[in-house]
């Protein structure tokens, strides 16, 4: 074989070797983002919330969660930073109320385990959760976050359209 023909090989093959890995490297960022089911308001009556401030006055609240863990990318600070921007934006008001509180949890440091099992998460997520009498009576998992992230305005109008028909069904 000649060494033109053995160095053309070796080439082809870094470069299909160098495809399956950025392949992998991305789909290990970026898990099926329209998982069967999570897109479903989910009922939970009674499951009693931890680690949560005072509530307002009627003990009534929406809590949105940015759920991380230690390791971030860049879609996962951006899906932290455009949530923060609406809320800080679009619900501000509510915030000063109590009707609505935003937190950033890391499922990974001690005693966030639990979220994991609560919210069945396998991934970063952003959960809106009601909270009647200081109990989460229902959630929801908006798992189009992984679908629109790229596009700034549709990722933050999806946000507000989820946190502002969400209060709507309370």
């Known amino acids: 074989m000649k060494p033109k023909n053995i160095i053309t090989i070796v080439l082809i093959l870094f470069v299909l070797a160098s495809i399956v890995f950025l392949v992998a490297k991305e789909l290990k960022q970026k898990p099926d983002a329209l998982e069967k089911g999570s897109e479903q308001t989910q009922k939970r009556p ?11 006055s009627d003990g009534n609240k929406t809590v949105v969660y940015y759920f991380r863990t230690n390791v971030r990318c860049v879609k996962c600070k951006k899906f932290e930073s455009y949530t923060q921007q609406v809320i800080d934006d679009q619900f501000s008001g509510q915030v000063k109320t109590g009707e609505l509180e935003w937190k950033v949890v890391n499922v990974e440091e001690p005693g966030n385990e639990h979220f994991i099992d609560d919210y069945k998460l396998v991934t970063k997520s952003i959960i809106l959760s009601e909270v009647k009498d200081g109990k989460e009576t229902k959630y929801k998992n908006l798992d189009k976050i992984w679908v629109l992230v790229d596009d700034e305005t549709a990722f933050k109008n999806y946000i507000t359209n989820e946190i502002t028909e969400f209060f709507v069904s309370e």
Not at 46 to 56: C, D, L, S, T, Y
């Open 46 to 56: 009674g499951a009693q919330i931890q680690n949560q401030p005072a509530e307002n």
